[in-house]
């Protein structure tokens, strides 16, 4: 795990460490040591964290893996919201690139289609669905005919930083770095089929 998941001076160190302290065979600390200098291999296969990193027969070597605070720890997750009084989370976008380059976030082409009662005013998805989950019939909540549109820079804007989705306002949820960016131009794949 440490091979793929870390640069090779963090996968040396571990290796001196395990040898000295922990006790892992020479053996095993060469095979990681040798593996982590392949730059091709230690770039491009990044794991996600385990549980178990090696079992012996005397011990395990365990990784602590805490999620329980989570806070600022992934800059790039972000969330395209609407827009308006009370701003929704609509799907989860990921930061790639930041200035001086152009900033530049990522998401599913699926979550750049509103449903709107008219040109200007989103309702529901409900409203929009076909099937068992359509509640077109619920004219005050959709409006006579409400369609699918594109959306648009005004239809929403991307919330970067936030930890706390739910109610609390950001100076109870100790959110210091949210990050509000507004939409220049959505570029969906050509290949994209609704």
């Given amino acids: 795990l440490i091979q793929f998941s870390c640069t090779s001076a963090v996968t040396t160190i571990y290796v001196n460490f395990s040898q000295e302290f922990v006790g892992i065979p020479t053996s095993i600390g ?16 990044r794991l996600a964290p385990a ?16 999620y329980s605070n989570t806070r600022h720890r992934y800059p790039w997750a972000c969330s395209l919201r609407s827009t308006g009084t009370s701003p929704e989370h609509l799907c ?54 409400p369609q699918v549109f594109l959306m648009t820079g005004s239809d929403a804007d991307i919330l970067c930083g936030e ?21 220049k131009a959505i570029i969906r794949h050509p290949d994209f089929n609704t």
């Fill in 163 to 183: 930890f706390e989705t739910g109610a609390a306002p950001r100076i109870l949820s100790g959110e210091n770095y949210n990050v509000v960016l507004g939409i």
């Fill in 92 to 145: 989860a976008v990921t930061l790639l690139s930041i200035p001086p380059k152009p900033t530049v976030v990522v998401g599913p082409a699926h979550c750049t289609y509103l449903c709107k009662k008219d040109q200007n005013t989103p309702v529901p998805s409900c409203c929009c669905a076909e099937g068992p989950e359509n509640c077109a019939d619920d004219k005050n909540k959709c409006g006579d005919s």
């Fill in 30 to 45: 060469r095979a990681f040591a040798d593996n982590s200098n392949s730059s091709s291999q230690n770039a491009n296969t």
């Fill in 51 to 66: 549980q178990n990193i090696a079992e012996f027969s005397t011990f395990t070597v365990r990784t602590q893996l805490a």
